[in-house]
């Protein structure tokens, strides 16, 4: 057993001595989601109908390589915010939700690349609940740093 026990520690001094690196090149930049520039889409407070097809559209970039991206719709009747908003919108009276758009939806950048354009087509169906809805980019490096802002939208009939 003794053996063993100093064995194991031998191991865990060696690992830890040869395991640790001085690595320059460690990667402390997230990266950058932008909707500003022409073709970037939602603009905060647009109104969008049901029943129509939208290209939801942000550049994103990364010092290193960029992982993924998600796309998120969700309501916001009951006007929470998020940190990371681009602007604040006149909010409609809080509501229950009866039938909201929930629209959560992960990709995968492949590649290698450093910059890429999302563009999702995203149809909102007729019967959803009309009112006040956040989209959220978000946005992962091949380090595991991610970035994410979000926009006020709403959808009307």
């Known amino acids: 057993m003794k053996f063993l026990v100093k064995n194991l520690f031998l191991v865990i001094i060696i690992t830890a001595f040869f395991g640790c690196s001085d690595d320059e090149n460690v990667d402390e930049t997230k990266p950058t989601i932008s909707i500003n520039y022409t073709e970037g889409f939602p603009k905060p407070c647009i109104e969008l109908v049901r029943g129509e097809t939208y290209n939801f559209r942000a550049q994103v970039t990364d010092n290193v390589e960029l992982a993924s991206y998600s796309l998120d719709i969700h309501h916001n009747f009951d006007h929470h915010t998020h940190d990371d908003q681009e602007a ?48 959220a980019y978000s946005v992962t490096d091949v380090t595991g740093w991610q970035s994410r802002t979000s926009i006020d939208i709403k959808i009307v009939e």
């Open 88 to 135: 604040n919108c006149d909010l409609l009276p809080k509501k229950q939700a009866v039938n909201p758009l929930i629209y959560l939806e992960n990709f995968t950048i492949e590649g290698g690349l450093t910059s890429y354009e999302i563009n999702i087509a995203v149809t909102l169906p007729n019967d959803i609940d009309t009112g006040d809805y956040h989209c």
